[in-house]
Nanobody, 126 residues
Framework: QVQLVESGGGLVQAGGSLRLSCAASGRAFSPYYAMGWFRQAPGKEREFVAG???????DYADSVKGRFTISRDHAKNTMYLQMNSLEPEDTAVYHCAADKGTSASLGAPRKRIDYWGQGTQVTVSS
């Protein structure tokens, strides 16, 4: 199996920054898996935030382009999401995802994700 554990969430003021981490483990995990971040705000559906494939190609939701940066460290089996210029609208539970495919576009229509983390809360105050 694959285990994904997020960390780094918290409370921050608007305009501030946070860095989320997602540590992957398990015998089934492969560095060739694409990974990404999704978020779900109260009363809303889960939405794609950012994705990265094994070679470092990335994809972002329009709402976070220019503010968020996704990266990964293969040696540590860890993925990161650097979030700058945070806005109250970014408040959500952020989930780490891993997919056996090779595309960073984890938010593509009808895309089914293979593994999910439990999530970490990000709260941005105005």
């Amino acid at each position: 199996q694959v285990q994904l554990v997020e960390s780094g969430g918290g409370l921050v003021q608007a305009g501030g920054s946070l860095r989320l981490s997602c540590a992957a483990s398990g015998r089934a995990f492969s560095p060739y898996y694409a990974m990404g971040w999704f978020r779900q705000a109260p009363g809303k559906e889960r939405e794609f935030v950012a994705g990265i494939n094994w070679s470092g190609s990335t994809d972002y939701a329009d709402s976070v382009k220019g503010r968020f940066t996704i990266s990964r460290d293969h040696a540590k089996n860890t993925m990161y999401l650097q979030m700058n210029s945070l806005e109250p609208e970014d408040t959500a539970v952020y989930h780490c995802a891993a997919d056996k495919g090779t595309s960073a576009s984890l938010g593509a229509p009808r895309k089914r994700i293979d593994y999910w983390g439990q999530g970490t809360q990000v709260t941005v105050s105005s």
